[in-house]
Every structure is written in structure tokens, then in C-alpha cells.
């Protein structure tokens, strides 16, 4: 295990104050703090490095083409892809998640064909699949959650048809932190010849990813929830599905050759990179990689495993809160680095929990939220536990979490989200559970 203090001293940002008290950050499913060894990378690379990659003949431009394609060698080996040519750089997750979509989509979605997402999903793998369905005709099946924040994997399974062309779901729940077992579910997927897509921007900060042995055929995260820069993502395919895959973008990089007849493609990986890349983010998340793994991935997780099962454990103490998704005695490896909760007044008329918090499986949940309209009078909101919070120096996360449907599954619209990462301390969730504690007693 790794000393937290010292570990904390990387970061400058943690040392300030908000308010008149320490920081306490715990948004980091949102983004994560940088090392200040990522940032001066970043910099002496601006100052002393800065030119355009790839086709450049002049020293500059090869000094920063080997760190370009160093990254993308330091990316293949963290995810353990097989080849460079499948680690593709995009702007982030978003992005990742869109040009499968649109380039997948194109390439082998007709009208009438079909797509499996789920209910846990982030808006992220979500939209770009509703994009081709009303461009293309295509219909989104989507896989049910139970009350406590699992997928029903004998529905998914039952979901599929000879029209299922692609299955695309989260690693982990960025409102819940469920770990969803995308094993089982890529498995599954593949029996019935189905390539499976694993949005892992809240896996691969938090635990290791090894895409060959999971087997996956697409998965993209992002840099800056890895404490690496803002504006870099990856996606990571294999070989066969990319090379039938038609660009995402047209223009700079991807190109072999141009006429106003006909235009070529570069080879993988550079047919999906159009443009000037952001190679001088593409340093900083390699930056960001060796950092993650000069403490060693096993011992980020061990940590944040244990901060997690005593977030739970203090903040269930606290009278009225209810905490979302797996109980604390779900088994390890389940649940990841994130507690949601809300909090209603315990001084009210209603002596008993509200049963808005925990709708019966199947039932409208929009129905049953507005049939609980006398006991949402007694939830405390979100917004005003977290601007609350914040006043204490405490930055939490509120609102729906660009995750409605898992929202609008629990019969709630939003919920207040501490999220955890390898610089937090248990000293930070005892200033978190006593600040809620004293939000309470203001209503």
C-alpha cells in the first residue's frame, strides 16, 4: 500500500481551501485531480517540444511524433491490447461511444436491426444509439435493473434476436457504482455472434481492464476521470471490426491520398484520427498511466474498496439518508468508489422511510413519484444538500448524473453522489458524514 499523505502532496489542488475550510473534493466520477507530474510534463512538452506530429520531417516534429506514438504503445499495454493499431485517440468517452455508433452503425445496422443497451447506462450510450435509430430505423432493447442496482442478466439474455447487431453497456455505474459482470455479459454476447461495446470511463481509473481477457470488442475511457488531461479519450477495437468500419471524421490524418474523384484512408489506427490530434494531451495521459501504475492498480483498488465500505457504513449511521444500489454486504468487487444517497427530514410528519425510495420492480415510476407527492415533501433536495455541503468545503456531486432512466427506475429525480479516488482519506468521509449530519438539522 502506498502513503496517502505523500500521495496527496501530488496534488497542489488538495492543499486549498473553499470557503475558509480544507477542500474536501469527492466529484471525482466527474474528473479527477491531476499530479503535478502530469501537468509539468504537459508543459515542458509546450515549452520546449511543441509541433505538429507525423508528417513533419524537422526535429520538433519527430521529438513530438515519438511521444505521440509512445502514449498509444503506453495505452496498449495498460488496457493489454493486442495490437497499437487497435488504440485509437479521441476527445473522451463521448466520443468514443459515438463513432462506434455512427461508424458500426453504417457499416452494418439496417432498418429493423437491433441494439442492446441498459438501463444503467450513462446518457453517453444512450443517445448516439437513439441517433442512428431515428437515422437508420433501428430499435434500442434495453436490459432491466432490479431495485438494488444489478442488471437481470435472464432478461438480457432474452433480449436477443436474429436482428441484435450489438450489445453496448457500462462497466460501472456512474450513479450506482455497480460493477456490472460484463464478462458474463460479453460471453453471452458472442454466443449468439454479437460484438459487445463496454463504455469503461468508470472502470479503467479504478481496477485493471485487460480487454483480451475479457474479450470485449470495443472499449473506451477517458483521461481525465484517470487524472490525466481533458480533451483525450481512448477507444480501443479489434482489428476486424475497425478495418470494415468506415471514418468517423473526414480531413488531416486520415488521409492516404485525395483527388476530387476519389479519396484513400490511412491504415489503423489513423483512419479514426482526423485532424491535429491533442498530442500534447496524449503525453499527459501517459503521464497519467505511469503515475496509476507506479502505485500499483491493486492497491488504488484496495483502497478505494475500503474507503467505499466505510463511506457506507458511516453515512448509514446518519438518520433519513438512503443510500442507492448495493448494500454493504453485496461481495466484494461489486460495487466501486461511489455512494449515492438521499436524505429526507427525520423531524417530519412521516415517521416511516418513504416508499418512493424503493418502488416496487416493474411499476411506472413516474406514476408511483407523483402518488408520493406528501412524501417528497419530506426529501431534503439534492441541490440543497450539495450547495450545502459545498459551504462546508465539501464538493460532492447532485442532479441525475447524466443517468435519468437509472432515475427514473428508483422513482427519484436525483441524488446526491460522493465518489471516491486514490488520494481520498477516511478523515475526508468523516468531515463529509458530519456535514451531512449537520445539513440535516437545518430542515
Same mark, same amino acid.
Given at each position: 500500500?502506498?502513503?496517502?499523505?505523500?500521495?496527496?502532496?501530488?496534488?497542489?489542488?488538495?492543499?486549498?481551501?473553499?470557503?475558509?475550510?480544507?477542500?474536501?473534493?469527492?466529484?471525482?466520477?466527474?474528473?479527477?485531480?491531476?499530479?503535478?507530474?502530469?501537468?509539468?510534463?504537459?508543459?515542458?512538452?509546450?515549452?520546449?517540444?511543441?509541433?505538429?506530429?507525423?508528417?513533419?520531417?524537422?526535429?520538433?516534429?519527430? *521529438?513530438?511524433?515519438?511521444?505521440?506514438?509512445?502514449?498509444?504503445?503506453?495505452?496498449?499495454?495498460?488496457?493489454? !491490447?493486442?495490437?497499437?493499431?487497435?488504440?485509437?485517440?479521441?476527445?473522451?468517452?463521448?466520443?468514443?461511444?459515438?463513432?462506434?455508433?455512427?461508424?458500426?452503425?453504417?457499416? %452494418?445496422?439496417?432498418? =429493423?436491426?437491433?441494439?442492446?443497451?441498459?438501463?444503467?447506462?450513462?446518457?453517453?450510450?444512450?443517445?448516439?444509439?437513439?441517433?442512428?435509430?431515428?437515422?437508420?430505423?433501428?430499435?434500442?432493447?434495453?436490459?432491466?435493473?432490479?431495485?438494488?442496482?444489478? #442488471?437481470?442478466?435472464?432478461?438480457?439474455?432474452?433480449?436477443?434476436?436474429?436482428?441484435?447487431?450489438?450489445?453496448?453497456?457500462?462497466?460501472?455505474?456512474?450513479?450506482?457504482?455497480?460493477?456490472?459482470?460484463?464478462?458474463?455479459?460479453?460471453?453471452?454476447?458472442?454466443?449468439?455472434?454479437?460484438?459487445?461495446?463496454?463504455?469503461?470511463?468508470?472502470? !479503467?481509473?479504478?481496477?485493471?481492464?485487460?480487454?483480451?481477457?475479457?474479450?470485449?470488442?470495443? %472499449?473506451?475511457?477517458?483521461?481525465?476521470?484517470?487524472?490525466?488531461?481533458?480533451?483525450?479519450?481512448?477507444?480501443? =477495437?479489434?482489428?476486424?471490426?475497425?478495418? *470494415?468500419?468506415?471514418?468517423?471524421?473526414?480531413?488531416?490524418?486520415?488521409?492516404?491520398?485525395?483527388?476530387?474523384?476519389?479519396?484513400?484512408?490511412?491504415?489503423?489506427?489513423?483512419?479514426?484520427?482526423? =485532424?491535429?490530434?491533442?498530442?500534447?494531451?496524449?503525453?499527459?495521459?501517459?503521464?497519467?498511466?505511469?503515475?496509476?501504475?507506479?502505485?500499483?492498480?491493486?492497491?488504488?483498488?484496495?483502497?478505494?474498496?475500503?474507503?467505499?465500505?466505510?463511506?457506507?457504513?458511516?453515512?448509514?449511521?446518519?438518520?433519513? #439518508? *438512503?443510500?442507492?444500489?448495493?448494500?454493504?454486504? !453485496?461481495?466484494?468487487?461489486?460495487?466501486?468508489?461511489?455512494?449515492?444517497?438521499?436524505?429526507?427530514?427525520?423531524?417530519?410528519?412521516?415517521?416511516?422511510?418513504?416508499?418512493?425510495?424503493?418502488?416496487?420492480?416493474?411499476?411506472?415510476?413516474?406514476? %408511483? *413519484?407523483?402518488?408520493?407527492?406528501?412524501?417528497?415533501?419530506?426529501?431534503?433536495?439534492?441541490?440543497?444538500?450539495?450547495?450545502?455541503?459545498?459551504?462546508?468545503?465539501?464538493?460532492?456531486?447532485?442532479?441525475?448524473?447524466?443517468?435519468?432512466?437509472?432515475?427514473?427506475? #428508483? =422513482?427519484?429525480?436525483?441524488?446526491?453522489?460522493?465518489?471516491?479516488?486514490?488520494?481520498?482519506?477516511?478523515?475526508?468521509?468523516?468531515?463529509?458524514?458530519?456535514?451531512?449530519?449537520?445539513?440535516?438539522?437545518?430542515?
Amino acid at each position: 500500500m502506498y502513503d496517502i499523505n505523500k500521495v496527496r502532496e501530488d496534488f497542489p489542488i488538495l492543499s486549498r481551501e473553499v470557503y475558509g475550510k480544507p477542500l474536501v473534493y469527492l466529484d471525482n466520477a466527474a474528473t479527477t485531480q491531476k499530479p503535478r507530474m502530469v501537468v509539468d510534463a504537459m508543459t515542458e512538452e509546450y515549452y520546449n517540444v511543441n509541433a505538429n506530429v507525423h508528417r513533419g520531417v524537422h526535429y520538433l516534429s519527430q *521529438q513530438a511524433t515519438d511521444l505521440h506514438e509512445a502514449a498509444r504503445e503506453n495505452v496498449r499495454k495498460f488496457i493489454n !491490447a493486442e495490437k497499437i493499431e487497435e488504440v485509437i485517440f479521441t476527445r473522451g468517452t463521448t466520443e468514443s461511444l459515438n463513432l462506434v455508433a455512427s461508424s458500426f452503425s453504417e457499416q %452494418f445496422i439496417k432498418e =429493423g436491426d437491433e441494439v442492446i443497451v441498459s438501463t444503467m447506462e450513462h446518457h453517453s450510450n444512450i443517445v448516439p444509439w437513439q441517433l442512428q435509430a431515428a437515422k437508420r430505423g433501428i430499435k434500442l432493447s434495453v436490459i432491466p435493473m432490479t431495485d438494488d442496482g444489478q #442488471l437481470v442478466i435472464d432478461e438480457y439474455e432474452r433480449l436477443f434476436t436474429e436482428r441484435t447487431k450489438i450489445v453496448s453497456v457500462a462497466h460501472v455505474s456512474n450513479a450506482l457504482g455497480t460493477v456490472n459482470p460484463v464478462a458474463e455479459i460479453i460471453r453471452i454476447a458472442h454466443e449468439h455472434d454479437v460484438p459487445v461495446m463496454i463504455d469503461g470511463a468508470q472502470s !479503467a481509473p479504478h481496477f485493471k481492464i485487460d480487454v483480451r481477457e475479457l474479450d470485449c470488442d470495443f %472499449f473506451a475511457f477517458s483521461g481525465h476521470k484517470m487524472y490525466g488531461p481533458t480533451g483525450i479519450g481512448v477507444l480501443y =477495437g479489434k482489428e476486424r471490426w475497425l478495418e *470494415q468500419m468506415p471514418p468517423y471524421q473526414g480531413g488531416g490524418e486520415m488521409i492516404d491520398r485525395v483527388t476530387f474523384e476519389h479519396t484513400t484512408f490511412e491504415r489503423l489506427p489513423f483512419k479514426f484520427e482526423a =485532424g491535429t490530434p491533442d498530442y500534447i494531451a496524449t503525453h499527459g495521459l501517459s503521464r497519467a498511466i505511469d503515475y496509476i501504475e507506479a502505485l500499483g492498480m491493486d492497491n488504488i483498488s484496495a483502497h478505494e474498496h475500503e474507503l467505499t465500505r466505510y463511506a457506507m457504513e458511516k453515512l448509514s449511521e446518519i438518520e433519513g #439518508l *438512503q443510500i442507492y444500489g448495493l448494500p454493504l454486504s !453485496a461481495p466484494a468487487g461489486t460495487r466501486d468508489a461511489v455512494v449515492s444517497f438521499n436524505l429526507f427530514n427525520p423531524t417530519s410528519s412521516l415517521n416511516t422511510q418513504p416508499s418512493f425510495l424503493n418502488p416496487p420492480l416493474g411499476s411506472d415510476r413516474r406514476r %408511483f *413519484q407523483s402518488e408520493a407527492e406528501k412524501e417528497l415533501s419530506a426529501l431534503i433536495h439534492h441541490l440543497d444538500i450539495g450547495t450545502l455541503l459545498d459551504r462546508l468545503g465539501i464538493a460532492v456531486r447532485t442532479g441525475h448524473h447524466c443517468a435519468q432512466p437509472i432515475m427514473d427506475r #428508483l =422513482g427519484i429525480l436525483g441524488t446526491v453522489r460522493a465518489s471516491f479516488a486514490l488520494y481520498n482519506t477516511k478523515d475526508e468521509i468523516d468531515i463529509l458524514a458530519a456535514g451531512i449530519a449537520r445539513v440535516a438539522k437545518m430542515f
